[in-house]
């Protein structure tokens, strides 16, 4: 090959060389113009960093609401919890001498509060009688029967265990 040839590869080169100059310079001059659309005063490093705060301040806030939102639905579910029903004792018995089996119960049902209702099913030969007592703070005004009484307390005594073991 003789030069000429040489340099008509050389400048052919340089020629592809200054193309891709032109197309990189044009895509990045259309990604600043993009970035300075951004900028009232056309500072480039100015116009990122109020972007980035603006980022940064929107976060804050979604976090902070998100924060308040879960405190919110927390408080709501420990109030919920203190009312709902959840601390049980149940005593079986036998109601009269005559039947055996224990097919006679007593089931207390409380809430945090003590609060809640003792259910009680007296079994016998020719009759099955059902009765329900409101509990109020743990107490109730009419007189309960001895296994009544027991269920009560396993039912108040279950927040206790709980509360002693976490």
Sequence with gaps: MDNSNLLFIALAIMLILIVICFIL??????KISTIMDYSDDGDIIGALKDYYDKVDD??????DASDAVLQSRLANCENDSNISLKKIGIVNFDA??????KLSFALAILNNNNDGIIFTSIYGHNSCNTYVREIIGGETPIKLLEEEKTALSEAK??????????
């Design 58 to 63: 929107l976060s804050k806030t979604v976090n």
């Design 96 to 101: 009269f001498d005559d039947v055996k089996g």
């Design 157 to 166: 005594n279950k927040l206790k265990k709980a509360d002693n073991n976490g």
């Design 25 to 30: 310079n044009a895509v990045n001059s259309s």
